[in-house]
């Protein structure tokens, strides 16, 4: 999820300083383009015709912009969330890199049994729910921690769809 956690990086840098550049991110046509390109990764998911890891990180890119011009309108421009949230996501992403994905040949076969069974037989990780739910979660404004929950929730189901992708049970 490389592109995901540069991408937050820059909206946590770009919010710190009161870019100009936000008020672009804020256009129509900028929403109505990342709304397609989530759309789009995933149906891409969903056919399995993508990449696994293009449609995770194309659609949480997505979906941060999303997020960040759906929401601006509403809240106040010194808000912290414009700026933690994406920090959050920084961290968490950085940590299911660097510390699950690129150590998968350290995991044991019954983790890895475990996962696999949280993929396959866990309703609440399937993409098909977490996804819409991610794109959901942005109509409840008032509820602002529902975003970063699922956000949270892909991360783990992209986390743990690579490390059985890897490394197979």
């Not at 999820?1 to 820059?10: E, G, P, W, Y």
């Not at 399995?48 to 421009?77: E, R």
Request: glycine share 4%; proline share 5%; aromatic share 18%.
């Amino acid at each position: 999820m490389l592109i995901f956690i540069v991408l937050s990086l820059v909206l946590c840098v770009l919010v710190q300083i009161g870019s100009p550049f936000l008020d672009y991110l804020q256009d129509s046509l900028v929403m109505y383009a990342c709304l397609g390109v989530a759309l789009l990764c995933f149906l891409g998911e969903l056919s399995k015709k993508l990449p696994n890891y293009l449609c995770y990180d194309g659609f949480s890119a997505a979906a941060l912009v999303l997020w960040f011009a759906y929401w601006k309108p509403d809240f106040n421009d010194d808000s912290p969330i414009f700026f933690f949230f994406p920090l959050y996501f920084v961290f968490v992403g950085s940590f299911m890199t660097l510390y699950l994905l690129a150590q998968v040949d350290k995991i044991d076969k019954e983790t890895l049994r475990y996962m696999q069974g949280y993929l396959s037989y866990t309703t609440l990780l399937k993409p098909w729910l977490v996804m819409p739910g991610v794109l959901a979660s942005l109509a409840f404004t008032e509820h602002y921690l529902l975003f970063p929950v699922m956000m949270t929730l892909l991360m783990i189901r992209f986390a743990f769809a690579s490390c059985m992708e890897r490394k197979p049970v």
